[in-house]
């Protein structure tokens, strides 16, 4: 698999073909994905309205790129902070990092983990990363709500709301959940969901 960056540049590559082009965006879907890679994918093909046939609008493809590498791009300012700031502590003989490594642990591949693909928040990915980081690094987010829409739910289940799980991506959905999903996701998969 190659890096984020490299396969960004082929989804904005108008010589490719756009079957090329998506498939490039899978890839970049899969080295960062705030949702979970299913519930991201959904978000990037809804808001960007990616069609079914792409030759309808291959802009869209570099609608969905441009957002996910905006906020691929806010989240890697963070990890390289936050790596410096271990490096200082370090030195400085503190073992234990002073900040949780929860968000930065779940940051590729589920920051905000939607165990459900369809329900996951509206908003442009970059406003939910930041919203997160800022709520995981202050430290003072209530159990009962959720980080991200702050509507009151139980710490063991996804926000009804918005649909993001405070377990991560280690949430794992029951047999009858999956059985549904694997059918969402065949409907998802061929763009059957934008009009
Ligand atoms: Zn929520």
Redesign the pocket.
């Known amino acids: 698999m190659t890096s984020f960056p490299a396969q960004a540049r082929r989804v904005r590559d108008s010589t490719l073909t756009p079957a090329w082009r998506l498939s490039a965006l899978r890839e970049c879907t899969l080295h960062f994905a705030p949702y979970g890679f299913r519930a991201t994918w959904h978000h990037l093909v809804v808001n960007a309205r990616i069609p079914r046939r792409l030759d309808a609008d291959p802009q869209a493809l570099i609608r969905a790129v441009d957002e996910l590498d905006t906020a691929r791009q806010l989240m890697m300012r963070h990890v390289t902070a936050y790596a410096a700031q271990r490096q200082q502590e370090k030195a400085t003989g503190r073992r234990v990092p002073a900040e949780t490594l929860r968000w930065y642990s779940w940051g590729f591949s589920g920051l905000a983990y939607c165990p459900n693909p369809e329900l996951h ?1 509206h908003e442009p990915l970059v406003v939910v990363v930041q919203r997160l980081i800022d709520a995981h690094r202050s430290g003072a987010a209530d159990p009962d709500r ?6 009151e ?1 139980r710490p063991s289940r996804a ?6 799980h405070p377990g991560g991506p280690a949430a794992r959905a029951d047999s009858g959940q999956r059985a549904r999903q694997a059918e969402q996701w065949q409907r998802i998969w061929s763009r059957d969901i934008v009009d």
């Open positions: 928040p959720c980080l991200v829409c702050g509507t739910r926000c009804p709301t918005c649909g993001v």
